[in-house]
Nanobody, 123 residues
């Protein structure tokens, strides 16, 4: 059984920072890519970033240079460090474990999802 749990969301002013955490439990979860997605009301779920077990990373263009995804194997945790936050980053952020070892921006490639954590950036 695989469980994915996010934490670290909150309210921050524009220009501020937050760090999200994701723990994906379950056998061999460290062998699979982990991704972060976000959703705002009325919009499709959007890919944000992903990381493989070999630390290959991928980002959507709108967060490049501001967000950093990283992995702590000892803690079995994936982090999303979000800097220079903008009001348009406001969303529910979801962590997901991929079906595969490589990164993907397609939500259908991810089999296990957390419940999400709210990030609100005020202007």
């Amino acid at each position: 059984q695989v469980h994915v749990v996010e934490s670290g969301g909150g309210l921050v002013q524009a220009g501020g920072s937050l760090r999200l955490s994701c723990v994906a439990s379950g056998r061999a979860s460290s062998n699979y890519a982990i991704g972060w997605f976000r959703r705002t009301p009325g919009k499709e779920r959007e890919f944000v970033a992903a990381i493989t077990w070999t630390n290959n990373v991928d980002y959507t263009d709108s967060v490049k240079g501001r967000f950093t995804i990283s992995r702590d194997y000892a803690e079995n945790t994936v982090y999303l460090q979000m800097n220079s936050l903008k009001p348009e980053d406001t969303a529910v952020y979801y962590c997901a474990r991929s079906r595969y070892s490589s990164t993907s921006s397609r939500s259908s490639d991810y089999a296990y999802w957390g419940r999400g954590t709210q990030v609100t950036v005020s202007s």
